[in-house]
């Protein structure tokens, strides 16, 4: 944030900009033993870049670390993603991007985390972490960011995630996740709530959200068969692939994971 917005109009490095997971305010222009330089609290990418950016958000970043305050409307160089069911870290984060090399159905499973977990002997948290989709959304927006820059044609624009008047929680759905933002399966064909909030425990936890799978009844009652399931699956993830919100290959995943699932069965 700093570089685009201090650095970026003079030097001409960059052919666009990721801006991931962002907080309130943005670091200091110097550092010590050098003169203070402060920046504001409230900083928004400038208008007059030349370079597309595009801010992707999860829910922990716009309450937790503060950066709703500093939201601005979308132009011809700026796009700004706020991604329902995520976390500033997650699952795939601190446990699965180690080892998926990008074909594996089981990277799309929603977990949760065992006791003592996402890193035992490091870390600790004291609820399972979020198991949301934020990989899949930020692969969807650095491939359209690539294409922006190469083809002219932007990124899409996307829905903000639902806040109440006074901004300080979450509008929710009836089972407990998000309204609004980037939709994909996680949030519209739901297995859990998943959340950027309410993690408690040592280190970096509270970044790290929450999952709360659902029970066999409340899965019995949102998909009383397996059609149910697959059909509200393939639904949300082909309307992320439509809005330009996941890739193609990825929701083929998804898919294949739904499908290699005992959800709405007998």
């Not at 870390?123 to 990989?135: D, M, V, Y």
């Not at 799978?213 to 068969?225: G, K, M, R, S, V």
Request: contains cysteine; negative net charge.
């Amino acid at each position: 944030m700093t570089y685009a917005n201090a650095l970026g109009p003079r030097y001409d490095v960059f052919d666009g900009y990721v801006i991931h997971s962002r907080g309130g305010g943005s670091p200091s222009l110097s550092q010590s033993p050098q003169v203070e330089v402060p920046t504001p609290e409230v900083v928004r990418v400038r208008e007059d870049l030349d370079e597309p950016v595009l801010m992707f958000q999860t829910e922990s970043d716009l309450l937790l670390l503060n950066a709703l305050p500093s939201n601005q409307p979308d132009s011809n160089v700026f796009r700004l993603w706020e991604v329902a069911g995520t976390a500033h870290a997650d699952v795939y984060t601190l446990i699965t991007s180690n080892t998926d090399l990008g074909d594996d159905p089981s990277v799309a499973a929603v977990v949760e985390t065992t006791q003592g977990g996402p890193l035992p002997g490091l870390i600790t948290c004291e609820a399972p972490i979020n198991s949301g989709p934020a990989h899949w959304v930020l692969k969807a927006g650095l491939h359209g960011l690539v294409e922006w820059i190469i083809t002219g044609e932007p990124l899409p624009e996307a829905a903000r995630l639902s806040v109440t008047e006074d901004g300080d929680a979450f509008q929710l759905d009836e089972v407990g996740n998000v309204l609004g933002g980037i939709r994909t399966n996680y949030v519209d064909a739901p297995v859990a709530v998943l959340s950027g909030l309410g993690q408690t425990g040592e280190s970096f936890c509270r970044i790290f959200g929450t999952t709360m799978l659902f029970d066999d009844a409340q899965l019995a009652e949102l998909y009383p068969t397996r059609d149910t399931f697959l059909d509200a699956v393939n639904t949300s993830t082909q309307s992320a692939v439509d809005g330009g919100y996941l890739l193609p290959v990825d929701a083929a995943l998804i898919v294949a994971w739904a499908e290699g699932s005992n959800i709405g069965a007998p």
